[in-house]
Nanobody
Framework: QVQLVESGGGLVQAGGSLRLSCVASGDIFSITEMGWYRQAPGKQRELVAVITDEGSPNYAESVKGRFAISRDNAKNTVYLQMNSLTSEDTAVYYC??????????????WGQGTQVTVSS
């Protein structure tokens, strides 16, 4: 069984920074794509950033130049460095990980979510 544990959310003033972490654990053969999504109150969940197993990132337009996604394959961990935060970034942030349990069985999993609140 694979589990995701997120950490790093919290309350920060506008213009500040936070770093989110998500660790995948369990009987994992390999991890392919890792990413972060967010959901603000009354809105749909949206992509923030994803990173491939080769380290190639993609970002939502709204966070380009402010957020940076990275991963440590040895630790099965994905990070999201968030800088120049604004109130528009306030949301619950969810980690999303895809991978293989063995040669035949894949998995896709969501983290439990971590609240990020930016005060203006």
């Amino acid at each position: 069984q694979v589990q995701l544990v997120e950490s790093g959310g919290g309350l920060v003033q506008a213009g500040g920074s936070l770093r989110l972490s998500c660790v995948a654990s369990g009987d994992i053969f390999s991890i392919t794509e890792m990413g972060w999504y967010r959901q603000a109150p009354g809105k749909q969940r949206e992509l923030v950033a994803v990173i491939t197993d080769e380290g190639s990132p993609n970002y939502a337009e709204s966070v380009k130049g402010r957020f940076a996604i990275s991963r440590d394959n040895a630790k099965n961990t994905v990070y999201l460095q968030m800088n120049s935060l604004t109130s528009e970034d306030t949301a619950v942030y969810y980690c999303n990980v895809h991978g293989l349990l063995d040669f035949n069985d894949g998995f896709g999993l969501w983290g439990q979510g971590t609240q990020v609140t930016v005060s203006s």
